[in-house]
């Protein structure tokens, strides 16, 4: 079992910055990608960053330029640097790790962080 415990959201003005943090625990297959999705109210819930093992990510449109998403020096562990964040991107964010173990892919989900942006 796999438990996500995210950190690091909050309430800043429009052109501010945050981090968040996602840290793993439990049994990590090294064949993973983790991610970061958010959803708003009433929309449904899209992926904002996501970095698989082999360090290759990848960036939502409305966010690049904007959002950096890194891996820590323990693979279990995935941050999201917000830049110059906007009114639009509140939401409540989660972090995602898809685990793959012999072609099966494990999806596991943070309890959610939320992100105010005021403008």
């Known amino acids: 079992q796999v438990q996500l415990v995210e950190s690091g959201g909050g309430l800043v003005q429009a052109g501010g910055s945050l981090r968040l943090s996602c840290a793993a625990s439990?049994?990590?297959?090294?064949?993973?990608?983790m991610a970061w999705y958010r959803q708003a109210p009433g929309k449904q819930r899209e992926l904002v960053a996501g970095m698989a093992s082999g360090g290759s990510a990848n960036y939502a449109d409305s966010v690049k330029g904007r959002f950096t998403i890194t891996r820590g020096n323990a693979a279990n562990t995935v941050y999201l640097q917000m830049n110059s964040l906007k009114f639009e991107d509140t939401a409540v964010y989660y972090c995602n790790a898809r685990l793959v173990n012999v072609g099966i892919p494990y999806d596991y989900w943070g309890q959610g962080t939320q992100v105010t942006v005021s403008s």
């Open positions: 439990g049994t990590f297959f090294s064949n993973n990608t």
